[in-house]
Every structure is written in structure tokens, then in C-alpha cells.
């Protein structure tokens, strides 16, 4: 590995950090929201993500990021790893979710470990 290319993924590492450190209060504040308010706001389901990363790190790192955040878990994945089945506490657009997935939380993680 390059020296130039270590140090675009520690710098793009530190700003997926920060990025994924401001989803973690984000959600955790709304699921709190949820708990502290009388209206249930919650509408559960599984979705199931298709996954274009290659590499098992990778595809693990995605896998914990996304149980890590409230209100959302990975149950499962398929056997040839190019879909996992997420289940949303609050699930109000399937495609919305599955966009945000790939776009926000995937696509930083290829930048790591692709």
C-alpha cells in the first residue's frame, strides 16, 4: 500500500467517525423520543439490502454499524453475501431506507476498505 493511500483512509476513516458518531445521537435521540413520548411512532419491518461490497471486512463492518444503531438490527444475510435482511424499528419508506443504506453508510465504508 502507498503511503499517500494510508493516509486518505485513516483521514477518510476519522470522517466516517464523525459521520457515523452524529447518526448514533441522531437515532438514539429518537428512539428516546419514541420511549418518553405517549404517541408510538414506530411502524417495524425487515427489508432486505442488497450488498455490493467485496471484501469480508468490509462486509462485516457494514453488517455491526448497522445493530450498533438504534432502531435498526441486521438479522440476517444471504449464503452468497449479496443481501442483508435489516429490521427497522421505524420503517415508514422501504426504498427511502434501503437509499440511505447504500448511498450514506455503504459507499463511506467502501472508501475504508475497498
Do not use: Q
Not at 33 to 50: E, F, N, Q, S, W
Amino acid at each position: 500500500m502507498k503511503p499517500i493511500g494510508f493516509f486518505v483512509r485513516i483521514f477518510r476513516l476519522v470522517l466516517f467517525i464523525f459521520y457515523y458518531l452524529k447518526e448514533l445521537v441522531l437515532s438514539s435521540l429518537f428512539v428516546a423520543y419514541d420511549i418518553l413520548t405517549p404517541k408510538d411512532l414506530m411502524r417495524p419491518g425487515i427489508v432486505a439490502v442488497p450488498v455490493d461490497l467485496k471484501s469480508e471486512t468490509a462486509i462485516i463492518a457494514l453488517v455491526n454499524l448497522i445493530s450498533m444503531t438504534p432502531g435498526s438490527l441486521t438479522v440476517d444475510m444471504s449464503p452468497d453475501k449479496k443481501k442483508i435482511y435489516v429490521h427497522a424499528m421505524y420503517l415508514y419508506d422501504k426504498e427511502k431506507f434501503i437509499h440511505k443504506i447504500k448511498t450514506e453508510l455503504e459507499n463511506r465504508i467502501r472508501l475504508i476498505f475497498d
